[in-house]
DNA sequence: CCTCCGACTGGTCAACCTGTCCAGCACCCC
DNA sequence: GGGGTGCTGGACAGGTTGACCAGTCGGAGG
């Protein structure tokens, strides 16, 4: 992760419909420089992915919201898995649950859902408690997004001095 | 927003390396049909880019958090902007800030942010608290990711009985 | 009923890019 | 010095892109 890294992905960020041709042209190097520090990404799992992004907005789905769920943490059943487990595999099944994370604190898991209005975040909200599992949801609706999603900034300051920390070689 | 789009963008996601041509064989549909959908996909704004994703962990930012943030309401020094633009321009300069949303709830304010470790997740709050503006935080560790950030299933849902709701064609 | 219009198909074309291989060279470390 | 690694600049065949076309289909509207 150096400096022609973070180049590299700044540019391919901003236009990524360059191929290795032109990336390398823009980047002053070689096309097979380009193509190894790509694979090399890859291959350290730095990109994870190209899929196209999607907007849940665009998708119909304007309101985000977050929610604290609380686990049932002695399963009454007391049958096989942990609550954790079970709820997350609930939340899997609905689609407007975007991702959940188990955490410290007051909350068991914290899920982010999207949903068509607020009126329709109640119909996702009884989704998500419709699981044994889940004994209290609290809710925290997203307003306005102040910094979206963004994982460049990150990357260049990795680049800029983290030449020899987590960068392997 | 049709099923041959969920299709499309399904595909799309498990294998971002396809072109509009392979694309169009595994569809069966002419490849100037992908590309007309393609093109309308983004001009719609469902897909808002291509670009490479990148893992923090991988970057070396194995920790996230969710930090909830209590805003100084009425400025002090009430100068211009309220406290939430003012905090706002503060976070964006953080690159271990990922994301940010102002809420409903307690907190005024929702961040995610990532760090090298807990200990080092201290200096990223720090460097958030360094605003005047922010009062309280209060810091949600994530501990493991149940669901993984996903926006397909919400895709098919939307392409599955949203035939003319938002589609406006 | 007929016509218009948008969408999809299936085909062509030249230009371009990809993946892969090569030799040469500079650098670093043992 | 030797070996390994990374970068350069070049080459090649093959596949893909973007543009364009005529023809077909179905629905909406006159």
């Known amino acids: 992760m150096d400096e022609l ?6 540019l391919l960020r901003d236009e990524p419909r360059v191929g ?16 190894a520090r790509l694979d090399r990404l890859v291959a350290r799992g730095v990109v994870t992915g190209w899929g196209p992004e999607l907007d849940p907005a665009a998708l119909g789905y ?3 919201a977050f929610l604290s769920l609380e686990i049932q943490q002695a399963p009454s059943g007391a049958s096989t898995a942990g609550g954790h487990d079970a709820v997350a595999a609930h939340l899997a099944t609905i689609p407007e649950v975007l991702e959940a994370h188990t955490t410290t604190g ?3 898991l914290v899920a982010r ?4 209005s607020n009126t329709d975040l ?16 609290s809710t ?5 997004t102040q910094v979206a999603y963004r994982t ?11 030449e020899g920390s987590s960068a392997g070689r």
């Open 122 to 137: 109640q119909r996702v909200i009884d989704a998500v408690l419709a699981s044994d599992a889940v004994v209290r949801c």
């Open 5 to 10: 890294d973070g180049r590299l992905l700044a």
């Open 106 to 108: 007051g909350g068991d």
């Open 140 to 144: 925290t609706i997203a307003l306005a």
């Open 113 to 116: 859902v999207v949903a068509r």
């Open 62 to 64: 304007p309101v985000t």
């Open 20 to 35: 290795v041709l032109e990336a390398s042209r823009r980047l002053g190097v070689a096309r097979g420089t380009v193509q």
């Open 152 to 162: 460049l900034p990150l990357a260049l300051a990795a680049a800029g001095r983290a």
